[in-house]
């Protein structure tokens, strides 16, 4: 075997100690999912700034209330985790809604689509400062569970996780207890087990918007990954 192409951008299902043992050349999907993932994360903050399911609940019911919580995107603090191709795409959408949007990465760079990108070790100081947290980097050994009980305490009250990434980048238990006692909502496409326990306590979360693994999905995804695909193979 010589060559791998992988139709995920993530390399985490992969024994690659065997590929770069053999020297296998293998390639990822980079690029491909980025802009419906960062499409689903805007989706799912406006759904929680909104009050989509308030609205829907009682449409159902023909019931004519008005909310008087609806909260604008504008002004407000993004903090994306994870600068990558997704990350940077939902660094665009945000900023064009007038967000203040501030990365942190292991890799700090200077890119136009952040006001600052910062060191991963400066998260602490950042969860602090962010309205909405993205979390789009991968899963290692360094980053699993780094969402945990400490992390959740700094964020904001009333702020919003959203994840994009892996389940394991998030410890449950404590994101379960954040949300009752200080966040506003989570956007969640993404869990430690997949698929997600009938009796997992997520499911009857009124401030949580869930999704089976599915943010990536859109129609321009094929032409995406055949483009990638053939100057992978052409080069």
């Known amino acids: 075997l010589r060559y791998i192409q992988l139709t995920s ?22 690029g491909v999912y980025s802009i419906p993932m960062a499409e689903f994360a805007i989706s799912g903050v406006l759904q929680l700034y909104k009050r989509s399911r308030f609205f829907y609940e009682n449409q159902k019911k023909c019931v004519w209330e008005k909310h008087r919580g609806i909260l604008e995107l504008y ?18 959408r945000f900023q064009a809604f007038g967000c203040k949007v501030i990365g942190v990465d292991l ?7 952040y006001e600052k990108i910062y060191p991963l070790l400066d998260l602490d100081n950042c969860l ?14 360094e980053t699993q569970y780094m969402m945990n009980e400490q992390r959740f305490e700094k964020m904001k009250d009333g702020s919003v996780l959203v994840n994009i990434a892996r389940g394991a980048v998030v410890d449950e238990q404590a994101l379960v207890k954040a949300l009752d006692e200080k966040l506003l909502g989570a956007v969640l496409d993404v869990f430690e087990e997949e698929p997600l326990s009938p009796d997992n306590a997520l499911w009857q979360k009124e401030n949580v918007i869930l999704t089976p693994h599915n943010s990536f999905v859109g129609d321009g ?6 483009e990638i695909i053939f100057n992978n193979l052409e080069n």
């Open 9 to 30: 951008a993530g390399f985490d299902r992969v024994p690659m100690e065997y590929v770069k043992a053999h020297g296998i050349e293998i390639h990822n999907a980079r």
């Open 221 to 226: 995804n094929a032409e995406r990954l055949e």
């Open 107 to 113: 890799y700090p760079r200077e890119d136009i689509a």
């Open 128 to 141: 602090p400062q962010a309205d909405v947290v993205v979390l789009t980097l991968p899963l290692t050994e």
């Open 75 to 92: 002004g407000k603090t993004v903090c994306i985790v994870g600068c990558g191709s997704v990350g940077t795409e939902c660094a665009k």
